[in-house]
């Protein structure tokens, strides 16, 4: 079975810190992807990437920036944490566009 | 960006009953997915119906897909304690690369 990993169940910020969530997935998948999920909002995308160094935008990417030096790992940043980016974060990866995503367990961060 | 609208919002039946929640979107799509999450944990892919199929089946779980009226349904069959969870449908627009865009969710609760 695909495994996506994030490297952090539970996080706890401060304001102003500059934050790294790691996803690592383990079957060679091109796509990653990195949601933040919101009660109420249900999830919205933040970035994406199709291959290795590659990104795109998704529709909410004010405040991050993202990370894919190689093809097994997508790494979400926070510049500069705020308390409006508490929220829960999900990665998922998956084979092909027009197939099922892979999500991982989630990262639910905090930040005060 | 939201797409897909669930409805209901929740729904609570007993074992044994049918469970059916509702995916209504906007654009024309490749395919609609849906995915099932547990409280606090990852997105788990359920099935993905075609934009050229109109109904799937895997195990106790039925999709239909009307183009025409741009709307899902998932239908889950006697319905058990252990399906409790939240139902998404997500759906997968055309030119857009594959990229997901999810509704907000149906949390689903079954009472022994």
């Known amino acids: 079975d695909v495994k996506v990993t994030q490297s952090s169940r539970y996080l706890v910020k401060r304001t102003g810190e500059k934050v790294f969530l790691e996803c690592v997935q383990d079957m060679d998948h091109e796509n990653m992807f990195w949601y933040r999920q919101d009660p109420g909002l249900g999830l919205r995308l933040i970035y994406f990437s199709y291959d290795v160094k590659m990104k795109e935008k998704g529709d909410i990417p004010e405040g991050y920036s993202v990370s894919r030096e190689k093809k097994e790992r997508f790494s979400l940043i926070l510049e500069s944490a705020s308390t409006n980016q508490t929220s829960m974060y999900l990665c998922?990866?998956?084979?092909?566009?027009?197939?099922?995503?892979?999500f991982g367990s989630g990262t639910r961060l905090t930040v005060v | 960006s939201q797409q897909g609208e669930e409805d209901p919002q929740a729904l609570s039946i007993q074992e044994g009953e049918n469970a059916t929640m509702n995916c209504s979107y906007k654009t024309s799509i490749n395919n609609l997915q849906w995915y099932r999450q547990n409280s606090g944990r990852g997105l788990v892919h359920l099935i993905l119906i075609r934009s050229n199929e109109r109904e799937k089946h895997s195990g106790r779980l039925r999709v239909t897909l009307d183009t025409s009226k741009k709307s899902s349904s998932l239908l889950i069959t006697a319905s058990r304690a252990a399906d409790t969870a939240s139902y998404f449908c997500?759906?997968?627009?055309?030119?857009?690369?594959?990229?997901?865009?999810f509704g907000q969710g149906t949390e689903l609760s079954v009472k022994p």
């Open positions: 998922a990866s998956s084979i092909l566009s027009q197939t099922g995503y892979t």
């Open positions: 997500a759906t997968d627009e055309w030119n857009q690369g594959g990229k997901l865009i």
